[in-house]
């Protein structure tokens, strides 16, 4: 257990079942890429240690690119108008491929995607390494899910609770 601000999470996902469901995810983007060379889109700063652990288990051509969107205080999303920061890459004509952490309400995602899509890419995937079905508000095509999961607050492997509690290997959940 470990508590942040006064919070108390408790063990849910353990590394070695993200590390075993990563391996899956890779293999699975590993065939349904071959031959193309996508470019990798990584949501910070919550999906930093999923796309490092995902990206390592790429066999495939890519690159991989950054980008900021701000947009969620403590245990709720604010569901307000996202902004793409820090895309200075030309995605016109290629495959994106998204790496989130967590889709919730989902409006931060779709909202990335529709503003992505306007920029003509050839396609784009969302590879999420958690996935909340019952919070969504959205009707959204995710292309890799790492976990399903209850409509909980997680916190751990890149997720924070108002800035802390990123730096575990596993996935801890609010008690
Ligand atoms: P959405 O727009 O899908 O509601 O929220 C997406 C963002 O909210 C995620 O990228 C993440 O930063 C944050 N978020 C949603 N649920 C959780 C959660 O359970 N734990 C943490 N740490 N962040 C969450
Ligand atoms: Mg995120
Ligand atoms: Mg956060």
Known sequence: MITVNN????????AEAIQTR???????????YAGKQPLIVVVLNGAFIFAAD????????????????A??????????????????DSIEGRDLIIIEDIVDTGLTISD?????????PASLA???LLFKPAA???????????FEIENR??????????????????ILVLE
């Open 126 to 128: 969302i590879a999420t």
């Open 153 to 170: 607050f997680v916190l751990g492997y890149g997720l924070d609770y108002d800035g802390l509690g990123r730096n575990t290997p596993d």
């Open 7 to 14: 919070k108390n999470f408790i063990p849910f996902i353990s």
């Open 71 to 88: 947009s969620y205080s403590a245990t709720e999303s604010s569901g307000t108008l996202k902004q793409i920061l820090g895309l200075n």
């Open 112 to 120: 990335v995607c529709n503003q992505l899509n306007a920029q003509k």
């Open 136 to 146: 969504l508000k959205k009707q959204l095509d995710l292309n890799y899910v790492g």
């Open 54 to 69: 995902l990206v390592k288990r790429l066999t495939i051509s890519c690159e991989i690119t950054f980008i900021r969107v």
């Open 22 to 32: 990563i391996d899956e995810l890779a293999g699975q983007i590993n065939q349904e």
